[in-house]
């Protein structure tokens, strides 16, 4: 079992910056790869970014050059870092993380950013 918990989502202006932490806790040693997935109102739950354990990272067009992901093995931590955020970037985000062919999932931080 894999346990995860988000912070840092909150209100931002557009052009402003926020970071998301993820703190994994449990099985922690099993953990292949991590992500942030994101879900507007209306719409479906979709990929932001994903760091695997061996440092691959992959991210979704619409935040390529403004997000970057990253881990602190040490404090079984990830981050994502959002430049540059846009009124469409609001949503709820979701760390993921896959783990001995199962799927977690933190309980979401909202973002929002709006003037």
């Known amino acids: 079992q894999v346990q995860l918990v988000e912070s840092g989502g909150g209100l931002v202006q557009p052009g402003g910056s926020l970071r998301l932490s993820c703190a994994a806790s449990g099985s922690i040693f099993s953990i292949y790869a991590m992500g942030w997935y994101r879900q507007a109102p209306g719409k479906q739950r979709e990929l932001v970014a994903a760091i695997t354990s061996g440092g691959s990272t992959n991210y979704a067009d619409s935040v390529k050059g403004r997000f970057t992901i990253s881990r602190d093995n040490a404090k079984n931590t990830v981050y994502l870092q959002m430049n540059s955020l846009k009124p469409e970037d609001t949503a709820v985000y979701y760390c993921?993380?896959?783990?001995?062919?199962?799927?977690?999932w933190g309980q979401g931080t909202q973002v929002t950013v709006s003037s």
């Open positions: 993921n993380a896959v783990a001995d062919e199962e799927v977690y």
